[in-house]
């Protein structure tokens, strides 16, 4: 067999380092957006109560969020929406001051990495408000609920309550 004969596959060095660059530089202009940008954790508990003396009680729905970013995130409104809506249709703000820091923090809000904030919507005024937007006809019962956090930027973290208005207005307990 004549060397001549065997067959070569010439590999162009110049288009896989071409290739390489292009791939390195995507990356390179990736890495500083990942870097910075603000992500926040949502948690919902629709079943707490806030015991205020021994015969008061009150159930709400817990909303809490952990900035999971490197950069701070200031938190300027917050509420709870009908999926695919951006007008929050129920947001408290409160008078009684052993309350306040529950239902009414203090807005807007800076978290800094490893952060939390949270805050309540009592959950028989908003089962009696859903119930009376229904009736009126403003709200579908099969609407799903969503709670919302907006930040200073304008950027909206969501997640979903995992819940219809039935099934928000039917929960029982606490």
Request: a neutral charge.
């Amino acid at each position: 067999m004549n060397f001549e004969e065997v067959p070569c596959i010439m590999f162009n060095w110049q288009a896989f380092s071409a290739i390489g660059t292009w791939v390195a530089i995507m990356v390179a202009l990736f890495i500083p957006y990942w870097q910075n940008r603000r992500r926040l954790i949502l948690r919902i508990i629709p079943n707490r109560c806030a015991i205020l003396n021994v015969n008061e009680v009150i159930p709400y729905i817990d909303i809490s969020a952990v900035n999971a970013g490197t950069s701070d995130v200031v938190i300027s409104g917050w509420g709870i929406c009908i999926e695919g809506s951006s007008e929050m249709i129920f947001h408290v703000a409160t008078q009684d001051d052993r309350l306040c820091s529950i239902f009414d923090p203090k807005l807007p809000l800076r978290l800094s990495p490893g952060d939390s904030f949270s805050c309540g919507i009592p959950r028989k005024e908003m089962q009696n408000n859903l119930k009376s937007f229904v009736q009126k006809g403003a709200l579908q019962i099969d609407d799903w609920l969503v709670v919302k956090i907006s930040d200073s930027c304008g950027k909206v973290y969501e997640k979903p309550l995992k819940m219809t208005i039935q099934e928000f207005i039917d929960l029982k307990g606490a």
